[in-house]
């Protein structure tokens, strides 16, 4: 391949900037709205040019929203800390069991061993509507309702068949001998397991973290059916702000920049391996 | 001082003075107006006490599931009363209206214990009644043993108290006979037209009086008000959009959703007049209703009003009385109009949407849920919400009678009191209480969103759906 003619790079240039503008724009939007009060995000035209403010940003944190009804009360932060712990907790939880887990599926053949996995991810199968209210029921009478123990154990349903399944593919991509190679040495299986085999599966299993994590901290109605307000994440606090005496837009700005800001650093100090570990997955050896 | 101002207080409750002269004398006493109404409210509180057992359920909790509304506000606002005057203590649970709904069915539906009272709409209770999910409240408010002599049942609306009971039997009326009383009204919303006062004084204009004068007027402000469209009503595929101005207009012209023939319910919107009715509603969207209407909600219909983006709405009086405030850049332009779409009508029929407080089937306590649903819905906190917070509308005569919830309203609500007054009498749910009626009216907002953009003629529309309504309740054995 020859070096690009000049007018091939401006137009590749110019392409790259437009899709990125059309992707970009809408977040940096909201980035600008959130320093702004409803008034001046609803002015007609909408303009870029305003007098910025942090009272959006204040009245999450401090937990007071002035609005026509007055000074009401919003738990945002609460949502934001219970957010945190559901995803952080069930993730955690995932690749303790998960990765074992997966690591048995790639490498050992046992009896159900197949069924077992294919269960495991059924569970993505069914939309979460179906299997609520019957688990309401059960975890009404196992007092589990309104737990966090309990709803990080649905959270399982979420993000354990999605890290089972990825890290499970990463593993059969490690070549055996090296772990027989190191085995031979008279390692066990377990010491193997967690010197060579996790180690090497590493970027597969930051790739799996990453998505596990996104779909836990978007998950909006687990614990919305199964647990009181005080429990619930983000995805339902954020829609506190929209109320029948009004959509506060500056605070739902704020509270979608806020939001995002924890699984953006976590992709940004995942990205290495997350590009490396999605593209190291695609392709069976 | 304090000591003053509570026997002024309590020459009020005896009706020796009125609450102006109170709130005079005790401005006279050094007293700021809203400590003076927090002694009052204090004081009526403790009179409330003098002639029921309050405290029969003193040291329970009561577990509340509620929506995010300015009702709940006015509520939590006046809380830590109920919590003196009974001793009982409160936990509520309080979720976005976008979710609230879906929160309630799945608490119901599963027989949770977690919640022992809710709000609820009237709608909804055609569902959780028939369903044995709600406590049946007259033997409670009939029981002198378990309501407090002053609570004044009949006081509610008459409308209002019957919207919120029904037998069950589909077709039957609301409030005939065997009706059971599934909710108690808390606070509701009729519909009319709310206008931006300085959009039409810059046209010269009045506001609209039928339907072929809202078209016009729309259509006007449309052509020339630069950036603004003509009028805002609701269009997303949800019930929601038909039960507010459309269904109130539709009513107007003596339209109904169904008939009973042969003791089967049929779909009505067959009719010669009513597809005149629909044909004019969809080209007043075409002509002068929001580019996207199809997506238009509740919260699109305020937002463009408060914003200026809408000449004027036609949906919830309550919608309008909200953006008229806070930081709505149309804050104190706005005003507001009785409609009868209909020029041969005597009065408007607005349709209306009640917030009322429903008492679980499943809850373990329900004679202290009681005594919150029974202080909530009482005249004190009426007035409570009504004069200091947005406590509105108050679903009880006495409280519209208050001189001072009228002042307050006619200084910063121009035209909403007399919008109310023309409104009221008519003012009732227009539609048919049946089990499917939440599937059956979304559909009906589907076959609208087809007429209006073009994909359907209106009539054969209207054909399809009457078609398909009776299909579905065939279906059903109904």
Redesign the interface.
């Known amino acids: 391949m020859g070096s690009d003619s000049g007018w091939k790079r401006v137009l590749r240039g110019v392409l790259l900037t437009i899709v990125a503008l059309f992707f970009l724009f809408p977040i940096f939007w909201v980035f600008l709205m959130s320093f702004q009060?409803?008034?001046t995000i609803?002015?007609?035209?909408p303009s870029i040019v305003f007098e910025p403010t942090l009272q959006n940003y204040v009245a999450l944190i401090s937990g007071k929203l002035v609005?026509?009804?007055?000074v009401?009360e919003i738990a945002f932060m609460k949502n934001l800390g219970n957010s945190l712990i559901l995803s952080v907790v069930s993730v955690a939880l995932s690749l303790l069991l998960g990765v074992p887990a997966a690591y048995a599926f790639a490498r050992f053949k046992f009896r159900l061993g197949e069924d077992i996995a294919f269960t495991l991810l059924s569970f993505r199968f069914a939309p979460p509507l179906l299997v609520?209210?019957p688990l309401?029921?059960y975890f009404?009478s196992m007092g589990l309702?309104?737990t966090y123990f309990g709803l990080i154990w649905v959270y399982q349903l979420i993000t354990l068949p999605l890290i089972l399944w990825i890290v499970r593919g990463y593993f059969e991509d490690i070549s055996e001998d090296i772990e027989y190679a190191y085995r031979v040495d008279g390692n066990s299986w377990l010491r193997t397991f967690l010197k060579i085999s996790v180690p090497l599966a590493r970027p597969g299993i930051a790739a799996a973290m990453l998505l596990a994590f996104i779909f836990a901290w978007n998950n909006f109605v687990f614990a919305?059916?199964l647990a009181?307000?005080?429990k619930?994440p983000v995805t339902?606090g954020a829609?506190?702000f929209?109320?029948?005496?009004?959509?506060q837009y500056g605070q739902i700005a704020a509270s979608i920049v806020l939001s995002v800001t924890p699984t953006l650093l976590l992709a940004l100090y995942a990205q290495r391996y997350l590009v490396e570990g999605l593209s190291l997955g695609a392709v069976k050896g | 001082m304090h000591e003053k101002a509570k026997d002024l207080a309590q020459a009020v409750i005896r009706k020796e003075i009125g609450r102006r002269e109170f709130l005079r004398r005790t401005g006279q006493l050094g007293l700021g107006a809203a400590a003076s109404a927090h002694v009052l409210n204090m004081m009526q509180t403790k009179a409330l006490a003098a002639d029921f057992d309050w405290k029969k359920h003193e040291g329970t909790t009561v577990n509340l599931l509620m929506n995010k509304h300015p009702y709940m506000d006015a509520m939590i606002a006046n809380l830590d009363n109920f919590k003196e005057l009974t001793g009982m203590e409160v936990k509520y649970d309080v979720f976005p209206e976008d979710v609230y709904f879906d929160k309630v069915t799945a608490a119901l539906s599963s027989g949770s214990t977690q919640y022992d009272a809710f709000m609820t709409g009237a709608y909804q209770t055609w569902q959780y009644g028939p369903a044995g999910w709600l406590t049946d409240l007259s033997e409670f408010i009939s029981d002198p043993a378990l309501t407090n002599p002053n609570y004044n049942w009949d006081d509610v609306l008459p409308n209002l108290r019957a919207a919120t009971a029904w037998s069950g039997i589909p077709g039957a009326p609301l409030g005939g006979d065997g009706a059971k009383q599934w909710a108690i009204p808390w606070g509701f919303e009729l519909n009319s037209v709310a206008y931006n006062k300085r959009i039409f004084d810059q046209l010269s204009m009045t506001p609209p009086e039928n339907m072929d004068d809202m078209m016009e007027k729309a259509a006007q402000i449309q052509a020339d008000v630069d950036g603004v469209y003509g009028i805002g009503v609701r269009g997303s595929r949800s019930w929601a959009t038909i039960h507010p101005g459309f269904l109130s207009a539709y009513a107007n012209f003596g339209q109904t959703d169904f008939t009973m023939e042969d003791g089967k319910l049929m779909a009505a919107m067959g009719t010669a007049e009513s597809k005149e009715f629909h044909a004019k509603w969809v080209k007043m969207i075409q002509d002068s209703g929001p580019k996207d209407w199809s997506t238009y909600t509740w919260y699109q219909v305020g937002t463009d009003l408060g914003a200026g983006a809408s000449g004027m709405i036609f949906d919830a009086d309550i919608l309008g009385y909200f953006m008229n405030g806070g930081g709505n850049a149309e804050a104190g332009n706005l005003a507001y109009s009785a409609f009868a779409a209909n020029p041969q009508a005597d009065a408007p029929t607005p349709n209306v949407w009640i917030w009322s407080l429903g008492l679980s089937q499943f809850s373990s306590q329900k004679e202290a849920a009681w005594a919150w649903m029974q202080w909530a819905s009482g005249t004190e906190h009426g007035l409570f919400g009504a004069r200091q917070m947005d406590f509105v509308n108050p679903v009880r005569q006495s409280v519209w009678d208050d001189a001072d919830f009228q002042s307050r309203i006619a200084k910063s609500y121009s035209g909403y009191l007399e919008q109310y007054k023309a409104s009221a009498p008519g003012s009732k749910i227009y539609f048919t209480p049946q089990p499917l009626f939440f599937n059956l009216t979304t559909e009906w907002a589907a076959s609208l969103q087809k007429m209006v953009a073009g994909e359907v003629p209106v009539d054969e529309g209207l054909d399809q759906l009457v078609d398909s309504v009776n299909r579905q309740l065939r279906s059903v054995g109904l």
């Not at chain 1, 929209?242 to 959509?247: E, L, N, Q």
């Open positions: 009060t409803n008034e609803l002015r007609i035209p609005s026509n009804a007055g009401l609520l209210l309401a029921l009404q309702i309104d919305l059916i009181s307000a005080d619930q339902v829609l506190a929209v109320t029948a005496s009004g959509i």
